[in-house]
């Protein structure tokens, strides 16, 4: 065997050797560490059990009493009038924040202090918003959909909240310290949100001009069934005297037919339009009172004896510190 065999096979059990002290050395760190822990813990076992016993206690106490509730209101807007909700919630919220208990009273609200918090999202459908359009918009949009889509942007643009005040419908979401009826605060907030005189009086000509529609669909239609009543009419009298009856394909009467249906479907499709535009901000559905257990107020019984036992902690290695420190200073002065 080469010397320099012999010198390679001294450094690898050199290395071997090296490796082995450093894992013997961690795992007696890991063990004197952990001996201290525990040393520390017996030491100090009657104060972490009252911090614990402390911390639960009151954090039950106060999870029974800092309840907090979630209301969820679903509406649509009618009349464009989306930009105009959003900066009315916007302003509402900002209130909240100044605790301006006068301006929410002056809206109507009854019970300003128990409100914590209001905020409006829009229901994401997509699928709905560009079946709602009309033909023309519908195809834009589904092209222009398309082509985020192609970029790789679709859910940017889905999610981004110009994109999103043109979904049908959004969520109102406003948090109280407890619970409230809905002529305290939900009333009162769909009240001043549809008070503005320019989207009533959209309404109203909204309103006026879908009746106006259905009465002319109406009188169509009676036309409509004054002329197939003639020719039903004249079809019987023709068969009572043995006469053939020939329909002539230019009486058109298919079409009669046809518009008679399309009529009565405008119908339809006015009547519904009246339900959900009977107000500037339509309300779809609501839930109120939710209790809200994602808060940190509903898990205080499990947070708090954390928060002081971790503060104790910080507390005592401070003190520590500062001992070790203050020894450390009068050797060097001595």
Partial sequence: MSTNDHKNVDDQEIDLASVSKAVSGMFQSIGRSIFRMI?????HIVVLIALVI?????????????????TCIIIRPNFESTDYIYAKIDLLFSRINDNDTLFLKSIGIKSPKKLRSIKIYPIVDIYKFISESDSKDSDRNFQLFKLLAADGDMEKIILNRTTSKNYTFHQIHFVTSSKASRDEILEPLLNYLESNENFKNTKQIFIENTNLKIEANKNMIAQIDGLLSTFTNES???AKNNKSV???QNTQLNDLI???NNLVNE??????????????????????NMN????IDSKLRVVLPIALLFMYLLIIG????????AALYKKEKL
């Fill in 246 to 248: 020939y329909i002539n």
């Fill in 54 to 70: 402390v911390g639960v206690g009151f954090g039950s106490y106060l999870d029974t009493t800092r309840k907090t509730y979630n």
């Fill in 39 to 43: 040393q520390f813990v017996l030491k």
């Fill in 236 to 238: 019987s009298e023709s």
């Fill in 258 to 260: 046809q518009t008679k």
């Fill in 292 to 295: 809200d257990t994602r808060t």
């Fill in 267 to 288: 119908i339809g499709y006015h009547k519904y339009e009246l339900i959900n535009h009977d107000k500037v901000v339509k309300e779809s559905s609501s839930i109120i």
């Fill in 318 to 325: 401070l003190v520590n510190f500062y001992r070790k420190q």
